[in-house]
């Protein structure tokens, strides 16, 4: 594999929001430190995201010591929202799963319900070593995961997003590439492989934290909101269908699971381990 690295890595703090793109970060066995512990919900319990809400494609959350976070978005004034104390949870549904969480505090849900035009209350995950399985079908036992979509972390690579924009460019919707990599919404990009290798990794290591490869990633539409004007397009999925269907999914990605605890950063090297 030559001299594949670490290209960048991303924390979303809130799920669906933008969030910081730090040199090194540590990682957790739920993911990285501090990614996608809150997440909103609507009244009845649903998590909300950039399926639903594209315009939070246009707020931020930047993360304060202790684990708050700091909100930003578009004529708003910005918020810092502590750690709720864990004296009472409420149950929230994520895809299929049922999830116990801590409600932030009244100024969050007001922010919030405000700048999306719609009732929304932000949650906080107190305990991921607890809260959470990840899919049975594809985990090893007591592995857990934050409000991740599925598993703890998403990797992504430059090689195969060159190769996406190339098939796009020589599509009918050229004119809306090519795309960046904040269309994925990844943890980890890596750069130096050949297009597509990540299709056959099984196990991988990045610096010191090794990581089990869980499955690929099936991509939905948020990959086709602009981050920077959460307009949609027809791209990537229109391309991915035609060139990236795997029974029904259309992948770009892959999931990882840690199978150590460490400090990542960027430039480590990638190693393929099996």
């Not at 104390?85 to 299929?96: A, G, K, N």
């Not at 020589?170 to 130096?192: I, Y």
């Not at 269908?241 to 480590?268: E, M």
Request: glycine share 10%; net charge negative; aromatic share 6%.
């Amino acid at each position: 594999m030559g001299n594949s690295q670490l290209l960048s890595i991303h924390v979303h703090p809130v799920k669906a929001l933008r969030g910081p793109a730090p040199r090194e970060v540590d990682v957790e066995p739920w993911g990285l430190a501090g990614d996608r512990r809150w997440v909103l919900i609507d009244d009845g319990g649903k998590v909300v995201t950039q399926r639903q809400q594209p315009r939070l494609a246009l707020a931020a959350a930047e993360p304060l010591a202790g684990g708050g976070v700091r909100l930003s978005a578009p004529g708003m004034d910005p918020l810092s929202v502590p750690v709720p104390e864990p004296d009472r949870t409420l149950t929230l549904e994520i895809f299929r799963d049922k999830v116990e969480g801590v409600p932030a505090d009244e100024n969050a849900h007001a922010w919030c319900s405000e700048y999306l035009g719609a009732e929304v209350r932000l949650v906080h995950m107190d305990d991921p070593a607890t809260r959470r399985a990840v899919d049975p079908e594809f985990a090893l036992p007591g592995e857990t995961v934050s409000f991740a979509d599925g598993y703890p972390l998403l990797l992504t690579s430059a090689a195969s997003l060159d190769a996406l924009n190339s098939l796009i460019s020589q599509g009918p919707h050229a004119a809306e590439g090519p795309l960046p990599m904040n269309r994925f919404r990844p943890n980890v990009v890596v750069e130096g492989t050949a297009a597509w290798a990540e299709d056959d990794w099984s196990s991988i290591a990045i610096g010191e934290v090794a990581f089990r490869v869980a499955k690929m990633c099936g991509r939905c539409v948020v990959t086709t909101t602009d981050q920077t004007t959460a307009g949609r397009g027809k791209e990537p999925l229109h391309s991915l269908g035609r060139f990236r269907r795997f029974g029904s999914k259309l992948v770009f990605g892959q999931n990882l699971v840690p199978r150590s605890r460490g400090t990542i950063r960027v430039g480590d090297p990638v190693r393929i381990l099996e």
